[in-house]
């Protein structure tokens, strides 16, 4: 279990005021930080292509810095994700104007729908036995 897997999905947090002021570039991630990025970035490609089609426009984050719900469409959770990959950590970006809390769901509820239409392929797929 990585940093990442904790099943509230990734937590961005604040950037470092410092990131990009002279030599204070963030440590680089771990091993295993980077695995769980990567996994995250994998997870949320499937999120995406199950969810966007039934209007889910992306991913509610709660924002431990500000205690508010932050609503991140797909392509910028993806970019969050890849920054985070390449320099360890994500810089602030303007979220959506007036978002519809309804068009977004939390990792967890995307993680859960992925696993239940997983489950249901799973079930429909044939046993191996072919009938007479």
């Known amino acids: 279990m990585s940093a990442f897997d904790d099943g509230s999905g990734p937590n961005f947090g ?15 991630l771990t091993m295993e930080e980077r695995a ?3 996994d995250d970035l994998a997870e949320l490609e499937v999120f995406r292509t199950l969810l966007e089609p039934t209007g889910i426009k992306g991913i509610v984050v709660d924002c431990p810095d500000c205690d508010e719900e932050h609503h991140v469409d797909w392509p910028l959770m993806q970019a969050n994700l890849r920054q985070l990959l390449e320099e360890g950590q994500t810089g602030r970006h ?10 977004y769901v939390s990792w967890d509820y995307a993680s859960g729908y992925a696993d239940g239409i997983a489950a249901a392929a799973e079930s429909d797929e044939p046993t191996g036995r072919h009938a007479l």
């Not at 470092?16 to 440590?27: E, N, S, T, V």
């Open 94 to 103: 303007e979220p959506p104007f007036d978002p519809d809390p309804d068009d």
């Open 14 to 28: 604040a950037p470092d005021p410092d990131f990009g002021a002279g030599d204070h570039a963030p440590p680089p």
């Open 36 to 38: 769980g990025v990567l």
